[in-house]
């Protein structure tokens, strides 16, 4: 019990820290990855869906 608890404890941590080291191309792809469509992906960044096709491309 106390070992879940403290791996728990320490993943939270973790986890916030990958998270933050991802970036917007990579989540539009994930996004993508669920067949989500353009204009939805733009409604969680609040701009168009021109903006998020064109942060998607590779440069």
Do not use: E
Not at 35 to 55: F, L
């Amino acid at each position: 019990m106390r070992f879940g608890l403290a791996f728990a404890v320490l993943m939270v941590p973790l986890m916030l820290f990958i998270w933050s080291l991802d970036t917007n191309k990579a989540r539009i792809k994930r996004y993508r990855s669920y067949c989500w469509s353009w204009k939805k992906i733009a409604t969680i960044y609040n701009v168009s869906p021109t903006t998020v096709r064109r942060w998607s491309i590779p440069k």
